[in-house]
């Protein structure tokens, strides 16, 4: 890896990959939940997918922000 952003890019792109996979997993709470509505059990793992996706968007924002703030460091910095 030569440039030094590469390491953010990476974290951002696993963060956004983690975010699809927890997005089709809480699809899938939510169908069960159709039939389903008062199983307990789909209620907690409801909430720890939502948790876990506020989580990964969390991730992502600060990953950008890295991004942005060492693009502008080296891109800024005289060659």
């Known amino acids: 890896m030569n440039n030094p952003c590469d390491i953010f890019k990476s974290q951002f792109k696993k963060a956004k990959e983690t975010l699809d996979i927890l997005l089709i997993q809480k699809a899938e709470i939510n169908l069960k939940l159709e039939s389903d509505f008062s199983c307990p059990s789909l209620h907690k793992d409801l909430r720890t997918i939502n948790m876990d996706i506020r989580i990964t ?5 600060h990953a950008e922000s890295c991004i942005q703030e060492c693009e502008l460091k080296y891109n800024s910095s005289p060659s």
């Open 57 to 61: 968007e969390n991730e992502i924002e």
